[in-house]
Antibody
Framework: QVQLKESGPGLVKPSLTLSLTCTVS????????VIWVRQPPGKGLEWMGV???????NYNSALKSRLSISRDTSKSQVFLKMNNLQTEDTAMYFC??????WGPGTMVTVSS | DIQMTQSLASLSASLEEIVTITCQAS??????LAWYQQKPGKSPQLLIH???SLADGIPSRFSGSRSGTQYSLKISRLQVEDTGIYYC?????????FGGGTKLELK
């Protein structure tokens, strides 16, 4: 069955770079897009970006200068990297297959 | 960017009541609209895709409709397990955008 799971450091210091991994199973990354969505505590959902089945990417314009999404299809993994983290980047980070199947999320706290 | 507006931030309804949650798009998005339910501490669950199509495993009391650029999610007979926050998402153009959410509680 389709599964996604996010993994990451949990705690990141301000100004540093966040690296998250989304490990998928039950489908091919070459056939489906994977999106990243984040949710600050107590707030709504924010679409961050997508890597399509053909490897092309699109990003939220508000994050584009700091954000990069890539993948390793042989390992069924999608990667998110976002630099210059600030406290307002504290959020639950989700990956999802084309927004139909979602991972459980991973909490990222930005704090010194 | 396309703006998705859920005018009601919260809604309270009784068991078995009919509930309608709406989402207004700032421009034409066709049927590229999905609805999600999110429970505390959980990831969003897809309820409706393509504006009107029920996702797999979702009870038939949920339905979606469209009138121009206004989209609605209807729960025909509210159940206890339907409480949560409901979000719409437009997938018509990048960046995809979510509505602000409507919190549904039992009266």
């Amino acid at each position: 069955q389709v599964q996604l799971k996010e993994s990451g450091p949990g705690l990141v210091k301000p100004s540093l770079t966040l690296s998250l991994t989304c490990t998928v199973s039950g489908f091919s990354l070459s056939s489906y897009g994977v999106i990243w969505v984040r949710q600050p505590p107590g707030k709504g959902l924010e679409w961050m970006g997508v890597i399509w089945g053909n490897g092309n990417t699109n990003y939220n314009s508000a994050l584009k200068s700091r954000l990069s999404i890539s993948r390793d299809t042989s390992k069924s993994q999608v990667f998110l990297k976002m630099n210059n983290l600030q406290t307002e980047d504290t959020a639950m980070y989700f990956c999802a297959r084309s927004a139909d199947f979602w991972g459980p999320g991973t909490m990222v706290t930005v704090s010194s | 960017d396309i703006q998705m507006t859920q005018s009601l931030a919260s809604l309270s309804a009784s068991l078995e009541e009919i509930v309608t949650i709406t989402c207004q798009a700032s421009q034409d998005i066709g049927n590229w609209l999905a609805w999600y339910q999110q429970k505390p501490g959980k990831s969003p669950q897809l309820l409706i895709h393509s504006a009107t199509s029920l996702a797999d495993g979702i009870p038939s009391r949920f339905s979606g409709s469209r009138s121009g650029t206004q989209y609605s999610l209807k729960i025909s007979r509210l159940q206890v397990e339907d409480t949560g926050i409901y979000y719409c998402l437009q997938r018509y153009s990048n960046p995809w955008t979510f509505g602000g959410g409507t919190k549904l509680e039992l009266k």
